[in-house]
């Protein structure tokens, strides 16, 4: 997981800047459009469009609305996060941007059913699985986040200084923060391999988890390989990091370490006085994932070590 | 601890990313040692001083005691 505190770093730095005299950022175009794509490849939650229906909205308008409320969702939460952050700290503007952003994802969750031509297909090689429970649910989430990162990453691979501006999401974008030399683009794909196969990893472990007794063993095997493959680009990775960067990963896990231990105390706690069920494995490592994303999020923005705006 | 690196830094006219290119560390590196957010360790420090040509107090300078 080392790659998560470097590629949230990076895309920080990508996503995140104040610099009057710079460019403008291109993010809240880009958003608007994959926004859209991903409405188009989805379809309308059964039971939101059926309770629609029965109160006297016609289907057609209905489909309409749950395809269209997404887009207008996120284009809002990026739109008042950057009214609401302007002129303030770093870390607050990112607090702003991840509760409008948790709203948007609520919302569009609530209209959709995202991407839903994957499970079906999925189904239609490996046999039919059954309904994902919420901790399924979670693990697609955290999957296909991983792999929506890891586009963005290769598209800064492979074209560099444009994609950057294209995924900036604030207003002014610090040209500094935005050269990214050949050296950097050589990271920024070791970084998206590596995303994309924490991703299939994720992805896997869920279809696992859904699948019928004899057809858990090749998710297994492909969550398997796609773990190790990402394991050994994460140490290309670690070896490429600098002083300065590794430090910073360390001190984000250290405290991912202590957050992750106090949580398992408490819900132990809360465990033994039959309030909380037990824990199974993929809990812990949706838990323990989402504990990381968080704390080392918040340690490198808080840290300062992604500060574009401070740079001259 | 302070440091003169963005000074030095535009005395020669090179961005952050040409001196991170130059000491082969990252452009974030340099970001933070010149906000003050990243103390170098005694290797990169000597490595950037001597970059610079100068001695390492001439670079940095540590917080005084409060």
New interface residues.
Partial sequence: MTKVLYILEKVIVMMSSANPSAPRSRGVLTMTVLAAALSAVSQPTPKTLASLIASGVPETGARLLLHVTPVLLIIGALVFGRVLGRGRAKTTRWMIYALLGAVAGFGTAYCLDLLIGVPSTIAAINGPMREPDDLDVILWAIGSLMMALAAMLTAVAAIGSPAAYAISIEEDADPEAYDVRRSERRMFGVSAAALVMTGIAYVSLAVARQSEAAAVVAPVVVASVAAVASLALNIVLWRALDEMQRRTVISGYALSAIAATIAAFGWALVQATGNAPPIDGSAALVFLSITQLIVTSFATIATGHAAPGKST | MKNQL?VLR?QRGW???DLA?QL??????I?????G??D??L??AFTIARHFGLKIEDVFEPDSPT
Avoid: D, G, I, W
């Fill in positions: 963005r535009a961005s952050q990313a290119e082969k560390v990252s452009r974030q590196t970001n933070a040692l010149e906000t957010r990243y170098p360790s290797q990169l």
